[in-house]
């Protein structure tokens, strides 16, 4: 039995509000844990949860805060909203030796053990699976989800341990609608009947002349439907949740105070790169230092929007608050259009190779982020004819992945800090370039979707030490000076757990249904 739990919605998938550092290894985890959660409900007494890590590097899952974040989803902190925060106020009781963290909450005893097993298959597609094997006293399951990148998730099965009932696919859906992150499959049944059911750029231009609408209103349109809501509701929830949160994530980050395990020196010295003058050249400047702040409150564990991911958060809401705050001919409601202009650009790119770092690399994440900040760009600074106009920031999203191909996934100790944070700020600048060159019509005669067939054998050639997550780590990460760095840094990361790895035959014979 399985569920794809991802659907392919602006608000919802492209661009939603997540805790950081990582969409597939923070806020995929947390997702995970919640809908284990909202599947058992209520727990009685003790549980006890066993949690499998299956593919990836300890360390990625560790500095990512993988595992606070299925505890936190299984304690019923929701994901999907700022009640999240509650989980690093919670002083959980850790030992370095042992994998194993005990709390009582809400007069419940939990008992969490973490394992990781590295040679657990895992098909194209996914960035790592986890298993949760968990029971109280009356009831219990195994569920084996999948981290897909980018947040999404999917629960491939889920097998009752003990108690009555068999748990269905059906049941999982209902759990999972309440949670607040499901679509109705009538109103996709829907889009796939309109005019707005498109998967490569070909047929969002073809979609542009026969609808004869720009680009931002095919988007809106499309969300509509889609999530069936009137067009108000659509631009009020991107005004109020996305746009919002961006504004807030780059107002806080600026503060320079906010830092993760390795980025400390960074904010040190952006409250210094701050006061420095940058005559003519304040615009490129100011785009960089807010990519750079966004990314200081994504590695703290804060909430930014995801678009598309945590590791490239920090570009796209650098460019539309730089246009918004420092150029008058923008207003909000502008900003507001183009945000949608730019979700819409993502949406082909993930519907035809993927944004997830784990599976084509940093090309897949910065470089459509950076594709997704071009798009913006066009959208409020040309002043073509709509079908021209389409046409430019269609061109302006594909030479932003020409000038992203092959850039490999390397963090440092598998963290969303070093190089991101920096990636961040180049693509974010980058985008600049990306958009004057598509208003010039220097766009080339290579096609969109011949782009994005490059993009992914490229990403499919990398080698999987150039993918986040990977079990070697490779590029930057593999420097002396990285590997010292971490070694020094490792100790700080809290709670201090040893994954417990089982041998091979063990867990095959323990869970021989998953294989």
Request: hydrophobic share 40%; glycine share 8%.
């Amino acid at each position: 039995m399985t569920l794809r739990i991802h659907k392919m919605s602006i608000l919802n998938n492209i661009m939603r509000p997540i805790y950081g550092p990582s969409s597939s290894h923070t806020f995929a985890p947390a997702r995970i844990g919640y809908h284990t959660r909202k599947i058992m409900n209520p727990f009685v007494c003790k549980v006890h949860a066993k949690i499998f890590f299956l593919r990836g590097a300890e360390e990625a899952f560790r500095g990512h805060k993988s595992d606070i974040a299925v505890i936190g989803g299984l304690l019923n902190f929701s994901p999907f909203n700022e009640e999240f925060k509650k989980i690093m106020s919670l002083k959980l009781n850790d030992n370095e030796s042992s994998n194993k963290i005990e709390y009582k909450l809400n007069s419940i005893d939990y008992i969490f053990e973490f394992f990781l097993i590295p040679y657990f298959p895992i098909e194209k597609g996914v960035a790592f699976k986890i298993l949760i094997d968990i029971t109280d006293e009356e009831k219990g399951i195994s569920l084996l989800a999948s981290s897909l990148g980018g947040g999404d998730i999917e629960i491939n099965h889920a097998f009752p341990i003990k108690g009555k009932g068999i748990i269905t696919s059906q049941q999982i859906a209902s759990k999972v609608k309440q949670s607040g992150s499901y679509v109705d499959p009538e109103q996709i049944q829907k889009l796939s009947q309109s005019d707005y059911n498109f998967n490569s750029f070909q047929e969002l231009i073809e979609c542009g002349i026969k609808t004869n609408l720009s680009l931002s209103k095919i988007a809106i349109e499309r969300e509509k439907i889609l999530l069936n809501k009137k067009e108000g509701e659509i631009l009020e929830f991107m005004k109020n949740r996305n746009w919002s949160l961006m504004k807030d994530s780059i107002e806080l980050g600026y503060k320079g105070s906010h830092h993760g395990i390795l980025s400390k020196d960074i904010a040190k010295n952006f409250k210094d790169l701050k006061k420095r003058q940058f005559k003519g050249r304040e615009f490129i400047a100011l785009t960089a230092y807010y990519a750079i702040a966004v990314m200081l409150v994504n590695s703290s564990m804060g909430r930014v929007v995801s678009c598309p991911t945590g590791g490239a958060a920090g570009i796209v809401p650098a460019v539309a608050y730089n246009y918004f705050k420092h150029q008058d001919s923008n207003s909000e409601e502008d900003i507001i259009q183009s945000l949608f202009t730019a979700g819409l650009i993502c949406l082909i790119i993930k519907s035809n190779v993927s944004v997830s770092g784990a599976q084509h690399g940093c090309a897949a994440e910065c470089g459509t982020a950076r594709a997704m900040a071009a798009a913006l760009e066009v959208d409020l600074l040309s002043t073509q004819e709509m079908r021209e106009k389409n046409m430019q920031i269609i061109n302006a999203s594909k030479i932003a992945l020409i000038n992203s191909l092959g850039l490999p996934c390397d963090p440092i100790g598998g963290l969303v800090e070093i190089p991101c944070i920096k990636r961040n700020g180049s693509s974010a600048v980058g985008s600049h370039i990306d958009c004057l060159m598509a208003l010039s019509n220097l766009d080339g005669f290579i096609k969109p979707d011949e782009v994005l067939s490059v993009m992914k054998k490229v990403g499919e050639d990398l080698k999987s030490c150039y993918k986040e997550g990977s079990n070697g780590l490779g590029g930057l990460a593999t420097t002396d000076s990285a590997q010292e760095k971490m070694k020094k840094n490792m100790k700080k990361i809290k709670p201090k757990l040893t994954y417990k790895p089982l041998k091979k035959e063990c867990f095959k014979q323990q869970y021989k249904d998953f294989f």
